[in-house]
């Protein structure tokens, strides 16, 4: 993809030292500007609330992932002018999963003239309940539509600004589900999930939101050791 400038910001809290060193030198090597942001959580000590909806304590762990989220939105509102990738650090991804992500994102909003929202990931919670469904056809994958996602997903600048508000009041306060301000934006837009998928999350992956159907993994993680 010579006609496509990437950038990768990468937002970095307590790390060890080592792997740190392995990030950079495989930024590196990869060629695309990139930086690493070492995340400050204090910076956010009076935009975070230090409850919860339900009126819990917010723990250490849970205040720094809220910071990184908050410090992500930032980041991708100041540097970036078009598609924005925010992804987890927990997901093996397929190597085409980039491009097919791209592809499919500037056939279908061509086709309908509208932005929408991408999700890598096929979670399995999706097929935990009957529901109505739509199915795009993308650049090698079919699409589906739906309601509920994790944070790792992809959608336009324009978006980003038109949801701005709702996406900061998610790093404001921890929401139940944590997800919930990011479902209410998927019911004025669309979003769409491969299948099969294009990445796996590597959770628990013997809960709801782990292992794909239909997903390979073992064969995906060997074609990837460096």
């Given at each position: 993809m ?10 970095d ?49 849970m ?7 908050y ?18 650090d ?7 999963a ?6 499919t ?24 309940k ?11 994958r079919h ?11 992809m ?10 508000a ?11 589900p ?21 990445a ?27």
């Amino acid at each position: 993809m010579k006609n496509i400038s990437f950038r990768i910001h990468l937002i970095d809290h307590n790390s060890d030292p080592i792997d740190l060193e392995v990030i950079k030198k495989k930024l590196i090597k990869s060629g695309i500007v990139h930086n690493i942001i070492n995340l400050n959580t204090s910076d956010f000590k009076n935009k975070i609330s230090n409850t919860n909806q339900k009126n819990e304590t917010v723990s250490e762990n849970m205040f720094a992932l809220l910071s990184s989220i908050y410090k992500s939105f930032l980041v991708a509102r100041e540097n970036c002018d078009d598609l924005i990738y925010f992804v987890e650090d927990d997901y093996l991804h397929q190597k085409e999963a980039i491009s097919e992500m791209i592809f499919t994102y500037e056939r279908i909003s061509s086709q309908f003239n509208k932005d929408f929202i991408i999700c890598p990931t096929d979670y399995p919670f999706l097929y935990n309940k009957i529901e109505n469904t739509q199915i795009f056809l993308g650049s090698k994958r079919h699409w589906r539509t739906t309601k509920e996602t994790l944070l790792t997903f992809m959608l336009s600048r324009k978006l980003i600004e038109k949801y701005w508000a709702s996406l900061i009041k998610m790093c404001e306060i921890e929401h139940s589900p944590f997800e919930k301000p990011l479902h209410k934006i998927y019911e004025n837009e669309l979003c769409l999930s491969p299948i099969p998928s294009l990445a796996m999350h590597c959770t628990n992956i013997n809960s709801v939101f782990g292992l794909s159907p239909n997903y390979d993994w073992k064969k995906n993680w060997e074609e990837n050791i460096d």
